[in-house]
């Protein structure tokens, strides 16, 4: 799984991994800080949350064309710096009020800025590192492991956001209550929720860290088509029309991946409400194992040390990855029986099982694909794309019958209906992980590969752009939240990914005639 990897891709994923574990501690509790801070209802948060998101991913857009011009490596260092003063701006206690406002847009703008600059061009230099004929066959397994690695550091966030909000409420002699609407309580959640951007400004510096501890690692990738001399160039130049049907395919495919992600982005906003409204947030019996971080953790790397047992060549090995495996699985259910019973868990703790999912998941999916490949049955990545559309319609559908019987929130007004089992939400993160899966990292392993050399950098950002429109579009459940019947509103999303997996299926045929 690991071997025959460059160096340079786990240097670039754990400065990564630092980068994303700020940012989702940060937007694990976004929603919440504004509508504590603010008072702002579902449908005024998850506007901000959306436009916030469609900024975040659309930047790229300019952070690659930029890069194409000036270099990846130099927009990566910049887009640091800038992030980092974002996120100090939004970590400064301000008042309830217009100032306070000005201050939080002012910081949300640095951050977009900064991940448009960072996210996208580490990414390509992720990809140049297979540019060489050496590792060339082994680009879509490291952008699996490189997908992993950014859902590592998401996995913690939503944890690292409770148990700060958790510890700042105890010092007021308080605990987490979403009924409790007292101007008191509000000030010292939001105040606790201010405290998370911190964490953010900790992580960059982390990440910042190892980029330039191991920057030597990835050095020779970090060249853009201008820089590259002819003679040392290992691609086949592109003609005008294959550069052209190259940027065309790869269109093709930003626009039907925008219904997904419009979609499948409902993780900060629909579902999160739909945990503060409707489940039962007393946590009891064995489901608690699923809300200790670190248990979950001890599991996910479980995983990776049960695929060495079988995949290691000598006894030896095999027989300490096994003892890890059972350590760790002994360590995880110690510290399950040391949990409380029952525990009170927050809504935003729910979003930390996608990233889990991911993370125990990875194995399964590049083992599943590894052993098609050696049948001679490769699926191409706008064919996973394909069937992860289809799988994402299937995650809505479990949600969509847990709502059957449920008061529309148009109906329960500021009320809560907190009588739904945890295991219906946790389902639902699930499935929808399998169909990320399947589209997310194959679909910047596709990128990587099809971009033509001298527009790499502005196709990733393509790429993002795309996720941007579906990001922003993610607030079209958010408006109707209030107005129509919650089983519609899954209904929307279940047909949105429908649709887009049948235009998907319809082009592949003309993807692969344009891509050869």
Known sequence: MFKNQPKGLFALALANTGER?????????????????????????????????????????????????????????????????????LAIPTAPDATGMAVMFAGLAMVSLGTGLFKGNLQVLVGNLYDDPQYADRRDAAFSLFYMAINIGAMFAPSMANWITGKHLAKFGMVYDAANQTPEYLEALYSGYGLCFGVACASLVLSAAIYFACRKWFKHADVTAKQVKKEDQ??????????????????????????????????????????????????????????????????????????????????????????????LWAGAVALFLRMDDPIAAQPSDFQQFNPFFVVSLTPFSMAFFAALEKRGKVISAPARIAWGMLVAALGFGIITLASISLTSPMDLGNNTQSILSPAWLISTYFTLTIAELLLSPMGISFVSKVAPPKFKGLMMGGWFAATAIGNYLSIIPSKLWNRIPLMYNWAILIALCLVSAIIMFALLKQLKKMTE
């Open 234 to 327: 290992q691609a086949v130049e592109l003609t005008p029309k294959q550069t052209k049907d190259r940027i065309i395919a790869l269109l093709l495919v930003f626009g039907v991946v925008i219904f997904f992600w419009m979609a499948f982005h409902q993780n900060g906003s629909a579902l999160t409400f739909f945990a503060k409204k409707y489940t039962n947030l007393s946590i009891s019996g064995p489901m608690r194992f699923g809300f200790n971080i670190f248990s979950l953790a001890l599991i996910a790397a479980s995983v990776y040390t049960a695929f060495a047992t079988f995949q290691a060549k000598e006894m030896k090995n095999r027989i300490i990855c096994c003892l890890s495996t059972f350590a």
């Open 21 to 89: 574990f700020g940012y989702y501690t940060m937007l694990a509790i976004f929603t919440l800080f504004m509508q504590a801070k603010f008072g702002w209802d579902e449908e005024a948060a998850a506007r901000v949350y959306a436009i916030f998101l469609a900024v975040v991913y659309f930047s790229p857009l300019l952070g690659g064309y930029v890069a194409d011009k000036i270099g990846y490596g130099k927009c990566v260092v910049i887009g640091m710096a800038t992030m980092f003063l974002g996120y100090l701006g």
